[in-house]
């Protein structure tokens, strides 16, 4: 067997040598036969002639030796090839454009199933990464999730069965001040820090590549003070050391000591709750206890490594098991209720789904719009193959008369669409190359591991995709040929146009190129008007000329009340110093940013129990943020701690709460101590968006700093930055300023964040305007070829049917009545086409619905409240239709241009 298959090889690369040896062999036999015979006494001419009859002839039996080496189809393919090469060198327009329409497409599909295997596929870098867990107290109709209040994650602890360990973990990172040298203050920066159980490291599988991981007494409340470092800031700020073990750093200005170094590949944990990519600087013990302030709320996550044998329904029906014996311990549990008036179980899922359940969505809808931007281009291709072999009918069908199979003759039609994938192919890579690294840096959300694809699923993508273009491009037009007879074909006369079959299949792919020309325009228009609506939403302040600084106050330093506000009126006595501030405020919490969720009924009726987000204020941060006061008065110096506390509320508090009539003066139940005095409100302010513009606006409530206890100061300061509004006379980089400014009032205090609250708004803003314009840009590209492939259509239709236009503008036709002829050819098309898209679009709502779920918070509430109009469609069906009319002018104005004398001199 291997002799043969060498021999086959041999036959193919040295074909001409094996045939000169074939050509001597033969000759020396037909030189012996003619000796024979002339040595009988017969001429040498006659000798000759026996001697080649008596071989069966030279040529035939060239022919079977040939046939025997078994190589001769894949020498046709090759010779096939060639001349498909020929055939697009001859075209080079052609040739160009369909290179360049596969290559962009393809280039964009190969992006997108890199992201979707990274992010989707991709397993997770733990050890026996199926046997993870997330375990969720959710919402029967949430996606999948891992939040858990303290309460709800102790009880499975206690009570769940399937789980070989299980782990608490704070949701997302928080920033921290860490300082290496002796002094708190000496070279303190912002790190990105997660509180995690001693659990977290086992249940993941992973080890600390240095020292240990926390202690049961490290993990208790009030236990000693140790943290873990990650790889990377273990690199970056004490540069590998590996006797960093047990040296004593300081954390938000407490000594605390470093007990180990996880490997690189560890990366859990995001500063953006909607991610869990983004990688924690630092871990500290969560030390889960009853006393923790947020104990009862869902500030946390859980997840879980199931026992050997246990699949993931066996540890659902267990978990979902303990539904009614945590409610029958924590009855005000099912008071939690959903919009859906639906009340929490236990939910579980792998861990792989929750940790992508954010991106979920949003990926497989732009991979959706990729496909079907490929589809169009092999449509489009498909549509220009079929005018090709249109055209060469004739050539096909002699080809056939002289004995080529059907088999050759589809081999002969493929190969112009496999070299033309194969070049698009190859492009789409480096196209990829170039959109991939472009697509991961513009991402408003973070893509988790796409480095870590493998080459040899992408190879297996690009071939599978090589493979479907070139069935779809060539398969098409070759069955059309075919269908004829050779002779039918043989009678086929060029000037008289194309056949109806061939007129029939480019009209279908036309029609099917509009259709989801029309479906991607739609989703487009969709997007872009959610994204318009929320760009034109207002937040709620004024954005011009005011500047943000952040800053973390956390740690024992800054428990108290005086401390903190100490050292807020020194940064805002030093910035109101600088040469062109306006006013300077502080606040804990900030428009657009998450704050702390009270219950502050009125007296008199604690029935109404509203969530509400509370901020802390200092005098006049109304003013420098641009919010309105609207009634009463204002936060005042006055207002310290020996005066009366008062509140001022949001204008959507006052309207909930005392409709019909004003709030100034009424009182509200404190939160903060059950024995403090009631809070009266002194002033209603406008309202302002919290969390997202798809929201609709917070149920604020404002108190001033310096009415605040140390216990509930200590507690916003573990949870929130504390922020200053810095408005200023024109847009002035404060950055030196600020850093100063807080540097002068506490050196261990770095700046966590300094912006602008234009960048805040735009950014909130990020994954609508990212999503959209990468939609439009599909549905751009879609659009363009359907019009080139209208435009091509009319064109070789015109072209074809020349003849026909000079007789009917020889009988009398006018101009005009040509010229709507072939308007109303390819308007009859798209409108097809629109039919066909618009009702295919009437599936869009869901889909958006789920994508802005993702995109942004809140997102349903804004997709639902403009899908009822649906005006996209309209605006997708009108570009449409006015890209159709500008395809279909230029090949109407030449149709109506054509000479009859000239038309009739073509036959």
Known sequence: MVNDMLYRLRALFRKDSMNEDLREELEFHIEREAAKHRASGVDAAEAMRRARLALGGAAQVEQRVRDQRGVNAVEGLIEDMRFALRQLRRSPGFTITAALTLALSIGATITMVRIVRSALLEPLPFPQQDRLVGVAFTQPQQSPNDNQAGNTASFLLQHAKSFQSASVYAEGTAGANLATGNQTSDGAVQVAIQAVDRNFFPTLGVQPMLGRNFS????????????????????????????????????NGESVAVVGVMPASMSFGSDDS????????????????????????????????????????????????????????????????????????????????????????????????????????????????????????REIALRSALGASRFEIVRLLVSESFLLAIAGTALGLGVASVMLPALL???????????????????????LLVFVVTLLCGLLPSWLVLRRSTAANLHTRQTTGASAPHSRMSKALLVAQTAIAVLL??????????????????????????????????????????????????????LQQYPGVKQVAASNGFPLDRGLNITMPPTGNLQKSDLVELRLVTPGYFRAVGIPLLAGRDI????????????????????????????????????????????????????????????????????????????????????????????????????????????????????????????????????????????????????ALTVIGLFGLLS??????????????????????????????????????????SAASLLLPRLIHSMMSDIITGGGHVATGLLGTLPALAVACGAMLLAAVVASWLPARRASAIEPMEALRME
């Open 796 to 837: 070789y239709q015109v072209t074809q049917r020349t003849r026909e236009i000079g007789v009917r503008v020889a009988l009398g036709a006018t101009r005009g009545q040509v010229l709507r002829f072939v308007l109303k050819r390819g308007l009859t098309l798209t409108l097809l086409g629109l039919a066909l898209g």
């Open 521 to 574: 325009l739609s989703a487009a228009s969709l997007l872009l008007v959610v994204f318009l609506h929320l760009r034109a939403t207002p937040s709620g302040v004024q954005p011009e000329h005011l500047a943000v600084a952040q800053v973390n106050l956390k740690g024992s330093s800054y428990a108290s009340t005086l401390a903190t506000t100490q050292f807020i009126q020194k940064v805002i006595d030093r």
């Open 636 to 783: 005042a110096e006055t207002d310290r701690a020996d005066s009366a506390p008062v509140i001022v509320v949001s204008q959507a508090i006052a309207k909930k709460l005392w409709p019909g009539k004003s709030p100034v003066d009424e009182h509200v139940k404190a939160f903060f101590g059950k024995n403090s005095p009631p809070l009266t409100v002194i002033g209603v302010v406008a309202d302002s968006h919290t969390h997202s513009l798809a929201e609709d606006p917070a149920l604020l409530i404002y108190e001033p700093f310096t009415q605040q206890s140390d216990k509930s100061m200590a507690t916003l300061n573990g949870w929130f930055r504390t922020s200053f509004a810095i408005r200023s006379a024109a847009d002035t980089d404060l950055a030196a300023a600020v850093q100063k400014a807080i540097h002068d009032a506490d050196p261990g205090i770095p700046v966590s964040r300094y912006t602008t609250m234009q960048t805040i708004i735009d950014n909130s803003l990020a994954r609508p305007r990212f999503f959209s314009s990468l939609v439009t840009a599909f549905a751009g590209f879609a659009l």
């Open 441 to 463: 840096a513009n991402a408003p959300m973070a893509i988790p591991r796409t480095g870590g694809v493998h080459f040899a699923a992408i190879f297996a993508a690009t071939v």
């Open 216 to 251: 049961a007494e490290e993990d208790r409340r009030n236990g000693p003070k140790a943290i873990i470092l990650s790889y990377g800031l273990w690199q970056r700020m004490f540069n590998g050391d590996t006797g960093i073990i047990d040296r004593v750093v300081h954390l």
């Open 274 to 393: 909607r991610s869990l990519s983004a990688e924690a600087d630092v871990w500290q013990p969560l030390a889960l206890d009853t006393a923790d302030p947020g104990y009862y709320g869902t500030n946390y996550n859980m997840l879980a490594r199931l026992r050997d044998g246990v699949t993931v329904e066996q540890a659902q029906q267990e978990v979902a098991s303990l539904d009614k014996p945590l409610y029958k311990e924590f009855p005000f549990l099912t008071q939690w209720l959903s919009v859906a008036k639906t009340i929490p179980e236990f939910k579980l899922w792998p861990l792989q789904q929750v940790l992508v359940s954010n991106i979920h969505s949003s990926i497989v809808a732009l991979t959706a719009a990729v496909l079907a931007v490929l589809l169009v281009a092999c449509l489009n291709l498909a549509g220009l193959n079929a005018a090709r072999a249109a055209s060469r009918e």
